[in-house]
């Protein structure tokens, strides 16, 4: 039959991580129709970028949701929200505009039962607050570098720690900064080795990556 | 005193990785300067993006140097060039264009005494090429993947394999794929989840990448 | 008279296929108008991209009309809608968000009286939904392939499957692939043999082109 | 072992045409190493866009080749430069300066064994030129139309013919107009109905669409 | 003091040619205040681009003014819409789309006492619309022709008549022809000879420069 | 814990002025929570471009706060809203239009009790408004010139007067101004020597570049 | 027959001015023929953008042409050169630098026996070049601007003078400016009425343009 | 005379600077003849940007004349190369790649009898190499800032200083730092207080717009 979904849930077998659903696009009953896909097979889900007034909808339908407003990031089971344990991931940003970015990496660790921890407000003009914290940070297996406007924090984070870096530019600022790209183009051109960067407010994919890389530590371990 | 230069010796200590130097821009007394520098200290070194009329000065002076002259990588030390052991990382290119990149990603995990193996020309216009190797690139740590043109092959690699992936954008096209923003831009806007990107034609940087992860899970394990 | 319009009436005979009418920027009552002169002339037509409110407005002065809000095609004859016979055209698409696209080529081309078939959500990102399809997409004459985000599949698709393609960017995703360039220029660079492309968002674009590939079969058969 | 090429022999089987080989970035080594993969297997083959010192050298490994320096194609078999038959497609073009791209893609069609006819030099700034061909144009199966700077040519065409029209933005003119992107776009934008477009200078890929469309239509008939 | 406005009241002595007021980006009091300004000195007035919101405030403090909503076009002096005698300057547009622009010019000329007359929907997708008014055309003394989309119109007046052309881009369109940038590049790179071009959607300005074209042969006659 | 901010309070010891805070991305309730902690230690506080609607809230908490509409400027201690002394600073405009950049520089400039003086509507189209002040201007120990549309109001100030000069692009205009890049590349481009430049909008910038070199004159008179 | 060129002869009768040949792109044997074609027809020719080492090889061929190196304009009869009378043309430079593109105007208004003046340096960030020659300049029907960097000296030049103006921007200058897209747009986006512009480093289209007025006025008078 | 040049030798006068000359574009006859006519007069002259081939003619016509081949700069005199006096400006840069840049600043504050200080490579990947240089920066009066790649060196400088700072984009780096662009825009976008910026590769507009604070300050004290 034509213009159905094609849901791959085949993926975390060929993978070992779920699809996620990208939710900014799609019309509200067409998510209420995949969210019901995975709740008969009993499988959790995670839709990013959904707007406050789908989110409402969903809500009702699925009372066990959990809506994150500044993200966007909808949870089929709240219960996912809070992975136990050590966090093993640091969240840095460079402001506190940075926080829906921030928040989508933190809740598509957590519905990938990963903990993580968020840090905000740290760039670089004001650079003593990330010297303040580079020991402290030594303790997360990779880091997540969040930052609008020129997107600077990541290079001095690159500079200054060795574990694996991912950093994600933020469509925060005005004038040349408007959109993201100068801090995409900021952290991509970055002088300090082996930063890698992800698509602005992409703060799903940036999870995505360093789960990647905890599966490979975790299998090797 | 002015306009002297000041290298960052130090890095080392601090990261656990060496300064890399980029020779494009910098005139063939400069570099020689900074290799004697090095070379005092008994130190390893690698230049990246060397012209081959420089690397012909430095030759001389370095007799026992090497200089690949696809990628314009220039090894202090030759011996470097062949490190011991199972390959670690894969590096995947999309057509024999891309050579150039595969090499300053090889030289510089190399440099890093990391070995790798190049396994070119894999493209999806030719998907089979792919998915006949799917099983053997199972064994590496991490994956390189170069492409240029529309660069897609890090998506197509992406939904097929769990490693973290770090995509590089190759400056191979013409038309609208001219200087390699639109292979940037395709493995930024990927579907594909978790893949991480560097800049064009960046492929140390993508080295140094994989090398924070390899030092992540050799220290994990 | 100065401010009037100029309908093209004459393209049927010229061409062997009518004017279609762009309802984006022209207002509800100018729109009025020309429909008013295509059904005294007893003639079909197609409004391409309508806003809903507009739609509102029309749906009640042609009550036998047929508007797709996903799309925004409006046909003035609503029995248009569904053409009888073997579907000659394959529109396929990357995710559930390029509806919008597909419908419009699917509306055009049952404006034209010619049957498609429509199937959403084989993207590259798990390419074994494409491979599983490869020998029942041989049964259609053309492929029309919607993209957005980074736009890979009509490479794919063009390294598996020998018959014409019209590749459509769709402006799906946020970040660089905001607007759908990146899907446009990915298309444009692909290493595909003989792949063609149309401006973003074009499904009107994509199933006329397509048509004209029919006329010619049908004529030379 | 690494750093060897893939041919794709495997393309004529799969999709009905042979692979054809990018020049313009690979050393002559490397060309010379496939071209004698071709020799041996005794298929022929296409270079695209080499530059004059290569062809210099490949001519003398390769006596019975042929170049086309306003192109940069190189047939390994100079036989083939010359299809026999009624000529299949048109290709037409704008001003002189886009025969580089119109020679492209006569011989891409010619080493595809299908004859089609070059018409210079009609653009829209004297439409008459056109207007006074129309009639004979129609004898063509499908129309390649080549224009740089404004690149109006193929939407008059668009408007005046009804057959497939692949057109193909030439990166010829100056100031705005460099590097053929306002060419490309004016014909991705046209008002015209269903013009397919291609890549800049892309007349190989313009063959193959064209390729792909007569095939289709020799299998119908 | 700080904060007030400098109105250019001496620029008809300097020029021959009133001031007139940008409306899009002051606040509706600001306008009414620079009104106020003009009526006192007893002077007309012609504010563009004004939002319809700030019309409806204005219309009922100045009851004698004149709002078309198309373009913006606000006349202080209701009774300068229609000049007397016949049209000057031809205004030429290739679809219903480009009526804000043409309307634009239109009042723009009226408020400067020039009869003009406007001609639309004669884009070159059927060529035949402008062929068939190539000698009426002949009448005025300068083109100003609109287009949006690809943009060709001018090209092909330009090519066929031999008057002053100013040509208008439009941002009218979608995908890569959003903004209108591509109908200016179109324009800039035209092979007609002689056309000159002014800023995307500004039909003020060229009416402007007909009116110095204008002043230059009444003074000469 | 995770997610809360880092205020830079430190930085009046460490730079002499203090932290400002960009209010157009944060939500209301962080803003409250900022301006708390702010009142709480009894210091000042600047907001930059504030929507009216957190305005509107903030003012019944904070009713000793100003507000400037055109700007988006919140002063938390309204009466730091008019300095004592002769203006030290002139803030130069093109247009009326440009008036919520100039606005800014100047509460920006009171905020850290600076008196300055606004001088709007002088552009190069009637250049004798600014010729008739060169004389006036030169009692200004420094320069911000605000421009929207072409932006050519600093090159003309730079050739007539010797003082510092920072120019702000102001996002006015239509067509190829839009979003103020066009003034921001001419002003970077000026032939005029010296002239120095901030982001789009920034009047913010502006007047902490200008407060930077008074800092400097009072240190060294 | 395919692969010949067909000129335009007919424009001077259609038009009134004859077709120029665009020089950059096409080779001296191109160039050869199309030049001996109008010696044939005893019509005079315009070659403009020529390289001199064409310019050296046709200068044999026709030892009775004129070759300006600066602008890379070719005359077929080098009597052309001087036209007697009153310059009619004023073409203003802003430095030194534009005297490529001043020279392209000049030769091409000389090809059509138009006599113009040059008056070259006299850019504003020097405003009292310009205004020293206000008086003298409005002897002159129309004005030809040229100006590379910001571009500013049209909308100066704008403000002070009512006759035509057409603008030309110049691809000189360095960063932003490079290219010559500041000084187009600057032009574009001008706050002076009425000003029009054509293509980058466009002399002989501004000539053109000014060549339709001068028709027309002489034509009223 | 038309063609002649027109030199702005009452600059000093009007502002208290000489002109400087551009010598990118002019070519060495032009240049000759402006030399000469500073040298009849008895002033000092600059020229930038000047390639290496008109340098050595150059000199063999003024033998007393410096060439700095790293930045192009030319100075009539050599005798100013080296100004007398404690510096009073500081160059920093991120890189030894930057010293072409750094370079031209310098010869132009000497041009203008400024003593400067060059301290090159300390970028901020490297962090502490600024670090540890923050107290002895605070002596210069102000800071000039070049920086290629990322561009980030300006922002950490102005967390740390309270001097004016003027940040000097690089046109180093490859990919999409090309041509100075990213670092350009991350100077705008910076998140510090108060940095101004000057076009790329514009270290003697650097120099320009450090002069005039300083002649404040003096004038001031």
Do not use: W
């Not at 339908?61 to 959990?66: E, M």
């Not at 840095?92 to 926080?99: H, K, R």
């Not at 519905?111 to 580079?134: C, K, M, T």
């Not at 001095?156 to 100068?182: C, D, E, K, R, T």
């Amino acid at each position: 039959m034509s213009d159905s979904f094609n849901l791959d849930f085949d993926r975390t077998r060929r993978l070992g991580f779920p699809e996620v659903i990208y939710g900014a696009s799609k019309p509200v009953d067409a998510l209420a129709g995949i969210l019901d896909a995975y709740r008969q097979r009993q499988l959790p889900a995670l839709v990013t970028k959904m707007q406050p007034e789908k989110a409402k909808v969903l809500k009702r339908h699925f009372p066990d949701s959990l809506y994150d407003e500044a993200s966007g990031a909808f949870l089929l089971d709240a219960s996912q929200a809070k992975p136990s344990g050590e966090p093993q991931i640091g969240i840095l940003s460079a402001g506190t505009s940075d926080v829906p970015i921030v928040n989508e990496a933190y809740y598509t660790l957590s519905f990938l039962n990963v903990a993580s921890e968020r840090i905000n407000d740290i760039g670089i003009a004001g650079i003593h607050r990330l010297l303040d914290r580079v020991e402290s940070l030594k303790r997360f297996r990779a880091l997540i570098v969040v930052a609008g406007f020129e997107g600077a924090l990541p290079t001095a984070v690159g500079g200054l720690l060795p574990q694996p870096i991912i950093a994600v530019p933020a469509s925060v600022g005005y004038g040349v900064a408007a959109g993201g790209h100068v801090a995409l183009n900021t952290m991509l051109a970055s002088c300090a080795n082996g930063i890698t960067v992800v698509n602005i407010d992409n703060g799903y994919g940036a999870a995505m990556a360093a789960y990647r890389i905890l599966r490979l530590v975790d299998g090797a371990s």
